[in-house]
């Protein structure tokens, strides 16, 4: 007589489970980290509309750059590390910078940023 299959066995569960926790692992450690890149983009954002429709002075960006830093609690990166170059005829702000997250053991996670907002 055949018996049918009852169900899942628990090597199938530790099989189907380990690879999703290490992904919630990974998202709850990455979490934190794009949170900060959002605020810093929006930072960057909030400036280029604020020095819109008059001339660019880079020195009165990175004063603007650093209070916003402040009030939103960005560690890192910080102004300095903001280029405000000139491309073209326009004015630039860009940031790259990376981050990299423990996860356990000898492993990390690295995460590249890159961003570029025309001033003008």
Not at 27 to 49: D, E, F, H, K, S
Not at 58 to 72: A, G, H, M, T, Y
Not at 81 to 108: C, F, H, K, L
Request: aromatic share 8%; net charge neutral; charged share 20%.
């Amino acid at each position: 007589m055949m018996r049918k299959q009852q169900g899942i066995t628990f090597i199938g569960w530790l099989v189907l489970l380990v690879p999703l926790a290490i992904l919630v692992y990974a998202g709850i450690r990455l979490a934190p980290i794009y949170m900060n890149y959002y605020r810093v983009a929006q930072a960057l954002t909030q400036v280029a509309a604020d020095s819109r429709g008059g001339p660019v002075n880079p020195q009165s960006v990175k004063n603007s750059l650093e209070k916003r830093f402040d009030i939103e609690s960005i560690e890192r990166p910080n102004a300095k590390d903001v280029e405000i170059r000139r491309d073209g005829d326009s004015w630039v702000a860009e940031v790259q910078y990376d981050e990299t997250v423990p996860m356990m053991g000898n492993i990390a996670l690295l995460v590249q940023f890159d961003k570029q907002v025309p001033l003008q």
